[in-house]
């Protein structure tokens, strides 16, 4: 959510910032803001000019009383009953004008960095870098589910009996590679300095609003019939939701922190769910990181949290790349994002495995998150967060980078620890 200042001093630079994200039919919320805010503004003066004077007249009541002039106190009350009645539909109007206002600014998208390149969807994203040499065996690299089904480690079947498409059961040496990749990007997360978490897994709505936008909101997540809970479609909602309301003293920034959770999505669009296959699902688990930071430092983290994602990869033996998004597919709250891809050998290609994003000040003006100076000044922090790695969609890179002609699986020197010992996976 913008600073309603920035809206009524330079609106033009709102309405470009709008058009960049090819969002042209919100570009008249900015007026309808404007409009608002004068009528507001308007009430508020108009309602405390009349509390002053209800209070200068509320004094001369007791000082017509003290000198015995009833009468004239009686007509005085009147005219404080009435200035009574026209506050309170003033103070109604300020609350409906602030709602009006409110409900608008939560869906004008925050101003993008200048460095963000202009586009209209994610087929314009900009590559930025390589890492790793992207290798394709001269050996046909079977789909993802047949590699995990050749070592007994993934039903399907029995899922879409028990829950539907978008689900599945992970066994045996598969799921134990799950758990293991979980593992080890909790330990890499901890030794960068980042402290680990567990967080509920539900939030109240107040907290949804604040993390996200409308239309993710309702491409994502679930709701908790008869009650205001919703399923987490990611860490970060809650982690980001632990600041609510809270002013964070200068000098315990910035906070650094890594957290896991399952995760939760609707996955409503065009993508859709797969019949056949992990990608994109219902329910999965994930290790992120989160960071509150004062503004200035806002973009060295960016940069921080998006290598320790490619060294993670990379400590794999999985080649990657870095992906700058576009202006058209940045969510609304976000200022700037990078999208991490690993590479496919099987479809020789790269595909996302995550996402880092700097949100500005965009989320803690929705929930209160301040920062507060040792002279005293308050302001609003920036978050930023980033996926360390989420499984299962990362398996999907795991196994066709370490596959072998013979149907084995290597498990680099990282994950032998988690695995037993044990440097491959064995039919």
Request: aromatic letters at 8%; one cysteine or more.
């Amino acid at each position: 959510m913008l600073d309603i200042k920035l809206i009524r001093t330079d609106p033009d630079l709102v309405k470009e910032n709008i058009k960049k994200k090819f969002q042209d039919e919100k570009i008249k919320l900015v007026d309808e803001v404007i409009e608002f805010d004068k009528e507001y503004r308007a009430a508020q003066t108009k309602a405390d000019e009349l509390r002053n004077k209800r209070k200068t007249m509320s004094k001369q009541i007791g000082a017509l009383m003290g000198k015995g002039q009833k009468e004239e106190a009686e007509k005085v009350k009147a005219e404080v009953s009435g200035i009574g009645d026209e506050l309170e539909a003033l103070e109604k109007k300020e609350d409906e004008l602030k709602a009006a206002i409110r409900e608008r600014m939560l869906v004008i998208p925050n101003i993008i960095d200048d460095s963000v390149p202009i586009g209209k969807d994610d087929s314009e994203n900009v590559e930025i870098e390589k890492f790793g040499e992207p290798v394709v065996p001269d050996f046909e690299v079977p789909y993802h589910v047949d590699i995990m089904e050749s070592f007994g480690g993934i039903d399907l079947d029995s899922a879409r009996r028990t829950s539907g498409n978008g689900f599945y059961y992970l066994c045996g040496d598969i799921a134990r590679l799950h758990s293991a990749i979980l593992s080890y990007a909790r330990d890499f997360m901890i030794d960068r300095g980042f402290t680990y978490y567990i967080p509920p897994f539900m939030i109240r709505s107040n907290v949804v609003t604040g993390v996200m936008s409308f239309a993710e909101m309702e491409g994502m997540m679930y709701k908790i019939e008869g009650e205001d809970l919703y399923l987490i479609g990611t860490s970060e909602h809650s982690m980001i939701g632990k600041f609510i309301d809270t002013i964070i003293p200068e000098d315990e920034l910035p906070k650094t922190l890594t957290s896991y959770s399952p995760c939760f999505r609707k996955e409503v669009g065009a993508h859709g769910i797969e019949e056949r296959g992990v990608y994109r699902i219902h329910q999965f688990e994930k290790q992120e990181m989160i960071v509150v930071c004062k503004p200035e430092d806002s973009m060295e983290w960016f940069k921080k949290l998006w290598q320790n994602t490619v060294d993670f990869f990379r400590s794999l033996e999985i080649p990657v790349r870095t992906l700058e998004c576009c202006s058209g597919d940045l969510a609304d709250l976000k200022v700037k994002s990078l999208d991490v891809e690993a590479w496919s050998p099987r479809q020789k290609k790269y595909f996302e495995v995550g996402s880092c994003s700097n949100l500005g000040d965009a989320q803690a003006r929705r929930l209160g998150i301040r920062v507060k100076s040792a002279d005293g000044k308050k302001y609003f922090a920036h978050t930023l967060n980033n996926t360390v790695v989420a499984p299962p969609r990362m398996l999907i890179a795991y196994l066709e980078n370490n596959l072998n002609a013979d149907g084995t699986v290597n498990i680099p020197e990282p994950l032998r620890m988690y695995m037993g010992g044990k440097d491959k996976i064995t039919k």
